[in-house]
């Protein structure tokens, strides 16, 4: 038998809500299939944790967490602490200090009337964008000086080292060659004349490596668009870190919205633990209603069985996804929906059950 421990951070706002449907699924998962044991541990940190103690993890939450083999988040983010504090001390302190330098954001279309694009179809839009994880424009360097005067400079520094340029490069190449899938570079050299010269020069260097995998770059402005009117131009996208961040947002609203929007950091190496997060965030005007769309976390759920080489169980969960965004029968109301948080996750459940030709 396969034993996981998963790290459960539930965060803040809708976040517990919603990772306690992701649970539900595995633990289901788990009746199904005994080959499988899931052991969960819950860590309270988050911005609650932070108004009591003045950090938003423990002080040594980094090692308490290595003893795992994935990290299930939530949402971080609450009124009254501020973003950048809830973002930089615990979901970028996790993903650096994991080295979780792949961030992995499916865009994929599940039903054509979630789109409010015209005329596309579920063929159209389905492609996988692959974010730089670990540096760029969220390395935290630069500098604010004479600050509070009229000389006041901020200075923030985009970091493009060889190592982590090359690194999520080499990552995308090779998916798109095991996918056998084109891959499509998504920079802006035009205006960056060092980092965004340096990130091309390192994809057509890297891609004489791969002369099977057919390729295309963009300037980011020009992908955005295309995103919107031509979302069938992309199979498999890589980016840096600030891109991937905005242009995966323009995916999430393509597809159906954040409610349906998951992500991976992954630590390819698997040297420490990934971590799965819906990525709609805490969504502080509806938490505690009930009424938060759990699909993301599910599908986070997913990306997660993928990672631990259960893909035939990550196929039948995204699956089982789609069969309920189809009958519409019970959805939560941002979906055009009357049912639950809990509900949804309760039927997602029995769908699975029912599934009885697997395993």
């Known amino acids: 038998m396969k034993k996981w421990k998963i790290a459960l951070v539930p965060g803040d706002g809708i976040g517990p809500e919603v990772v306690a449907e992701g649970v539900k699924v595995l633990q289901a998962i788990e009746k199904l299939d005994n080959t499988l044991s899931f052991e969960f541990e819950r860590f309270p940190w988050g911005c609650e944790y932070y108004i009591e103690h003045q950090k938003m993890m423990a002080d040594d939450g980094i090692e308490q967490l290595k003893e795992f083999d994935a990290i299930y988040l939530g949402a971080v983010g609450y009124p009254g ?61 630069g500098d604010w000086l004479f600050k509070g005067k009229k ?14 340029t090359e690194r999520i490069i080499r990552y995308a190449f090779e998916e798109a060659r095991k996918q056998q899938k084109s ?39 020009a992908a955005s668009m295309f995103f919107v009117m031509q979302p069938e131009r992309f199979e498999i996208v890589v980016t840096s870190n600030l891109f991937g961040d905005i242009l995966t947002d323009i995916g999430a609203a393509i597809t159906g919205g954040m409610g349906l929007a998951t992500g991976a950091n992954v630590n390819p190496e698997r040297n420490y633990p990934s971590m799965f997060e819906p990525v709609h965030g805490s969504a502080p005007d509806i938490a505690g209603q009930g009424i938060a769309n759990p699909i993301a976390a599910i599908w986070s759920v997913a990306q997660m069985l993928e990672h631990f080489g259960e893909e035939e169980w990550g196929s039948v969960v995204v699956e089982t996804i789609k069969e309920i965004i189809d009958e519409k029968k019970v959805l939560t109301p941002d ?3 009357k049912h639950s948080t809990s509900e949804v996750g309760d039927y997602f459940v029995e769908k699975i059950a029912g599934k009885l030709h697997h395993k």
Request: hydrophobic share 40%; no cysteine.
């Open 81 to 141: 602490v501020p973003d950048h504090i809830s973002l930089w001390d615990l979901l970028l302190k996790i993903r650096k200090g994991f080295d979780q330098y792949v961030n992995l954001r499916p865009v994929r279309l599940l039903n054509e009337e979630l789109t409010p694009i015209k005329n596309k179809s579920e063929k159209d839009i389905d492609f996988l964008v692959i974010r730089e994880n670990s540096e760029g424009e969220y390395a935290g360097a």
């Open 151 to 164: 000389e006041e400079v901020v200075l923030q520094t985009g970091v493009f080292s060889r190592k982590g």
């Open 335 to 337: 979906l055009g929906g």
């Open 183 to 221: 891959l499509t570079s998504i920079s802006k050299a035009n205006a960056l004349n060092y980092s965004m010269v340096f990130w091309d020069e390192v994809f057509e260097e890297v891609g004489k490596e791969y002369p099977d995998v057919k390729t295309e770059s963009y300037l980011v402005d």
